[in-house]
T-cell receptor, first 115, second 112 residues
């Protein structure tokens, strides 16, 4: 069965520090998809990125970057030069080809960026 | 573009009262629809999902039910609320694969 582990429950950094959020997944499928979501204090989950199992290229979007490594079953998320507006709960999620449309979410990491 | 609406935004209900939360999606057809609950400071719990009108899958046995009377409408209901039903309820939609889900603004329910 699929599983997503976000071992970091809470992270606190000072503004402008770089921070990496860890995500480790388990799946038996060869085709699967990985996601990151951001949940700011307002509560709505915001989709950030999707990665397909057959595409291990890392991705960079502004201050955000994602490192997908199948060898270690990890999909880590790095925020460079963090800002107070990055404070939120971040969720990693997995969907498998065989499980259809359901996502398995990790428990989330609460990131607090202090000024 | 697609938009997902949820209402009400906040709700305070006494124990034993009924519940009806509504979610609608615009700008797409035949979406997959989901109801999640999030207790304070906790992760997301999938309650129900639907791949089509009248097709509801329940993930957790409880006093809640869901219905999908129209293609882009998803309703979460209860006949008698419990204190443990308090939480943040999120509706989401997807199409796919790859099935990334897009979430509504949520309903914060407090049962007193």
């Amino acid at each position: 069965a699929q599983k997503v582990t976000q071992a970091q429950t809470e992270i606190s950094v000072v503004e402008k520090e770089d921070v990496t959020l860890d995500c480790v997944y388990e799946t038996r499928d060869t085709t699967y998809y990985l996601f990151w979501y951001k949940q700011p204090p307002s509560g709505e989950l915001v989709f950030l990125i999707r990665r397909n199992s057959f595409d291990e290229q890392n991705e960079i979007s502004g201050r955000y970057s994602w490192n997908f490594q199948k060898s270690t079953s990890s999909f880590n998320f790095t925020i460079t030069a963090s800002q107070v507006v990055d404070s939120a709960v971040y969720f990693c999620a997995l969907s498998e080809e065989t499980s259809g449309s359901r996502l398995t979410f990790g428990e989330g990491t609460q990131l607090t960026v202090n000024p | 573009s697609q938009t997902i609406h949820q209402w009400p935004a906040t709700l305070v209900q006494p124990v034993g009262s009924p519940l009806s939360l509504e979610c609608t999606v615009e700008g797409t057809s035949n979406p997959n629809l989901y109801w999640y609950r999030q207790a304070a400071g906790r992760g997301l719990q999938l309650l129900f999902y639907s791949v089509g009108i009248g097709q509801i899958s329940s993930e957790v046995p409880q006093n809640l039910s869901a219905s999908r009377p129209q293609d882009r409408q998803f309703i979460l209901s209860s006949k008698k609320l419990l204190l443990s039903d308090s939480g943040f309820y999120l509706c989401a939609w997807s199409q796919g694969p790859p099935y990334e889900q897009y979430f509504g603004p949520g309903t914060r329910l407090t049962v007193t």
